[in-house]
């Protein structure tokens, strides 16, 4: 799932299939992604989906509420076509030999930690993780490597 295409994808199944376009998560993993949807009409409400090819959306168990300062978003300024590249730059950088799990998380923006709208890029296996963030446009704004 981890590329431009696939994300793209999975974003028009998960926006068809809710009717909505504005999430409080969104997490793309090699096999699927999840996502955390607004209720419409709520700021602060969210159901849980998972997008896998061949078998689409399917709704989860989990409804809840934004964390704490949280802002909903849209994934409209999201530059995935960055992907690739992020995730060549975290296999340099985050000290990661051969990771387990690779994955791509949009994080929202935080108005209590002062924090903005960004992506991460996440690798990890049995030892440790590290990840780099980036803004939305896909610049590196942080790295965070594994510890050695």
Same mark, same amino acid.
């Given at each position: 799932?981890?590329?431009?295409?696939?994300?793209?994808?999975?974003?028009?199944?998960?926006?068809?299939?809710?009717?909505?376009?504005?999430?409080?998560?969104f997490n793309v993993y090699d096999e699927?992604?999840?996502?955390?949807?607004?209720?419409?009409?709520?700021?602060?409400? *969210?159901?849980? *989906?998972?997008?896998?090819?061949?078998?689409?959306?399917?709704?989860?168990?989990?409804?809840?509420?934004?964390?704490?300062?949280?802002?909903?978003?849209?994934?409209?300024?999201?530059?995935?076509?960055?992907?690739?590249?992020?995730?060549?730059?975290?296999?340099?950088?985050?000290?990661?030999?051969?990771?387990?799990?690779r994955y791509v998380v949009v994080k929202?923006?935080?108005?209590?930690?002062?924090?903005?709208?960004?992506?991460?890029?996440?690798?990890?296996?049995?030892?440790?993780?590290? *990840?780099?963030?980036?803004?939305?446009?896909?610049k590196v704004t942080d790295v965070y490597?594994?510890?050695?």
């Amino acid at each position: 799932m981890l590329t431009p295409a696939n994300i793209r994808t999975a974003i028009k199944a998960l926006e068809d299939e809710t009717g909505r376009d504005t999430f409080a998560a969104f997490n793309v993993y090699d096999e699927y992604v999840s996502a955390e949807v607004m209720v419409k009409g709520s700021k602060t409400k *969210y159901d849980s *989906y998972t997008y896998r090819p061949g078998k689409g959306v399917e709704e989860g168990i989990i409804k809840s509420t934004v964390f704490s300062g949280d802002q909903p978003f849209t994934l409209d300024d999201i530059a995935w076509e960055r992907v690739p590249t992020l995730l060549k730059e975290a296999d340099k950088k985050l000290n990661v030999a051969d990771p387990e799990l690779r994955y791509v998380v949009v994080k929202a923006q935080n108005d209590i930690f002062d924090t903005p709208k960004g992506l991460a890029v996440y690798l990890s296996d049995d030892y440790g993780s590290g *990840y780099l963030s980036a803004t939305p446009q896909g610049k590196v704004t942080d790295v965070y490597p594994a510890e050695e």
